[in-house]
T-cell receptor, first 114, second 109 residues
Framework: IAGITQAPTSQILAAGRRMTLRCTQD?????MYWYRQDLGLGLRLIHY???????GKGEVPDGYSVSRANTDDFPLTLASAVPSQTSVYFC?????????????FGEGSRLTVL | GQNIDQPTEMTATEGAIVQINCTYQ??????LFWYQQHAGEAPTFLSY??LDGLEEKGRFSSFLSRSKGYSYLLLKELQMKDSASYLC??????????WGAGTKLIIKP
């Protein structure tokens, strides 16, 4: 693994189903983030984690949950998917929350909820 | 509320110069970022400004005026590969990034 990896890259899902998007980084970054990107709206923060064992809610957390059991992994779960959750999801990491370094993004997960 | 404004779309000619503006109103300020995003790909970091003035990095430069809540990204000697969306983001007092909707830049030969 080099950098930050997301899986799956694309998924079509029936409404009401449970889905977990996986995110793994090998840079030992403390801060990790989940964003969704919709046309015309820009990136919106769903949940974040400043360090292993802690998580926080972003701008649009409803319908999503996260966990941060260790430094490397930050999965995003949709407990019961709805069509409005159709979007492109990006996982990202930064050395330390507030770090002035760059935010590293995964390649994205395109999710379609029917 | 917090707000980042940038033009939705701009068109420029190969070899020319283009300036993409960004204005912001946020709860606190801990730096402004520019990212480039090609269609279907993840954003990639271009620049970071925390002090007023111009930061130059090759063909790209970024300017910040904190008193005016204003930044711009200047792209020189435009190449076709510069066709992409350019995202402005501000880190607020809680060290969270607030993102603009992005400016789609179209380069014509």
């Amino acid at each position: 693994i080099a950098g930050i990896t997301q899986a799956p890259t694309s998924q079509i899902l029936a409404a009401g189903r449970r889905m977990t998007l996986r995110c793994t980084q090998d840079m030992r970054h403390n801060a990790m983030y989940w964003y969704r990107q919709d046309l015309g709206l820009g990136l919106r923060l769903i949940h974040y984690s400043n360090t292993a064992g802690t998580t926080g809610k972003g701008e649009v957390p409803d319908g999503y949950s996260v966990s941060r059991a260790n430094t490397d992994d930050f999965p995003l779960t949709l407990a019961s998917a709805v069509p409005s959750q159709t979007s492109v999801y990006f996982c990202a990491s930064m050395g330390t929350s507030g770090d002035t370094g760059e935010l590293f993004f995964g390649e994205g997960s395109r999710l379609t909820v029917l | 509320g917090q707000n980042i404004d940038q033009p939705t779309e701009m068109t420029a000619t190969e070899g020319a110069i283009v300036q993409i503006n960004c204005t912001y109103q946020t709860s606190g300020f801990n730096g402004l970022f520019w990212y480039q995003q090609h269609a279907g790909e993840a954003p990639t970091f271009l620049s970071y400004n925390v002090l007023d003035g111009l930061e130059e990095k090759g063909r790209f430069s970024s300017f910040l005026s904190r008193s005016k809540g204003y930044s711009y990204l200047l792209l020189k000697e435009l190449q076709m590969k510069d066709s992409a969306s350019y995202l402005c983001a501000v880190m607020d007092s809680n060290y969270q990034l607030i993102w603009g909707a992005g400016t789609k830049l179209i380069i014509k030969p």
